[in-house]
T-cell receptor, first 116, second 116 residues
Framework: AQKITQTQPGMFVQEKEAVTLDCTYD???????LFWYKQPSSGEMIFLIY??????QNATEGRYSLNFQKARKSANLVISASQLGDSAMYFC?????????????FGSGTRLQVQP | EPEVTQTPSHQVTQMGQEVILRCVPI?????FYWYRQILGQKVEFLVS????????KSEIFDDQFSVERPDGSNFTLKIRSTKLEDSAMYFC??????????????FGPGTRLTVT
């Protein structure tokens, strides 16, 4: 079974609008972390936001927020006020275990295109 | 801001040749990782390294692969006899040991390996 599922291979959004990128995960570990990374066409992996399994509140970082629904095992990324520079691949990832040393498991990604 | 660096940015090699990919993690980080991303696919974990030994490895990381931390700053991935299917972007990542943080893994810019 896939540990991280991103069901949207591609998304379009108009500049200045908000967009939600879906991510569901599967783990039996009570302690885990969820991450979102952005990969522009240049190829680097840029960390965006993190949500811990025990965090009570949804994580926010500037225009990025994570809609964490633990019972549904979803961790959707919301980008508000989209900008042209947001066009990129977006990967959801999970780290299982509480020590933080475990590797990340990535989803297949969503390609976001922001249109003017 | 400290960052993970990787060299070279692009390496072309012939099938059967050995390659060494180099990474300089962030200086106070203790956990190191290699991931790879075949073109158009998701990022896959290869190996993690802590306290001068491998702490976790994936099925991809077979006997053709090895990692080393030859000195206090470099972290290398060696592929002994490259195959066509080793062509991919290889990412190095590192993270600190600090508790209470996001356990964020900081990724380097990647080395694109092309095996011909």
């Amino acid at each position: 079974a896939q540990k991280i599922t991103q069901t949207q291979p591609g998304m379009f959004v108009q500049e200045k609008e908000a967009v939600t990128l879906d991510c569901t995960y599967d783990t039996s570990d009570p302690s885990y972390g969820l991450f979102w990374y952005k990969q522009p066409s240049s190829g680097e992996m840029i960390f965006l936001i993190y949500q811990g399994s025990y965090d009570q509140q949804n994580a926010t970082e500037g225009r990025y927020s994570l809609n964490f629904q633990k019972a549904r095992k979803s961790a959707n990324l919301v980008i508000s006020a989209s900008q042209l520079g947001d066009s990129a691949m977006y990967f959801c990832a999970m780290r299982e275990g509480g020590t933080g040393r475990r590797a990340l498991t990535f989803g297949s990604g969503t390609r976001l295109q922001v249109q003017p | 801001e400290p960052e993970v660096t990787q060299t070279p940015s692009h390496q072309v090699t012939q099938m059967g040749q050995e390659v060494i990919l180099r990474c300089v993690p962030i200086s106070n980080h203790l956990y190191f990782y290699w991931y790879r991303q075949i073109l158009g696919q998701k990022v896959e974990f290869l190996v993690s390294f802590y306290n001068n030994e491998i702490s976790e490895k994936s099925e991809i990381f077979d006997d053709q692969f090895s990692v080393e931390r030859p000195d206090g700053s470099n972290f290398t991935l060696k592929i002994r006899s490259t195959k066509l299917e080793d062509s991919a972007m290889y990412f190095c990542a590192s993270r600190s040991s600090g508790r209470g943080d996001s356990y964020e893994q900081y990724f380097g810019p990647g080395t694109r390996l092309t095996v011909t």
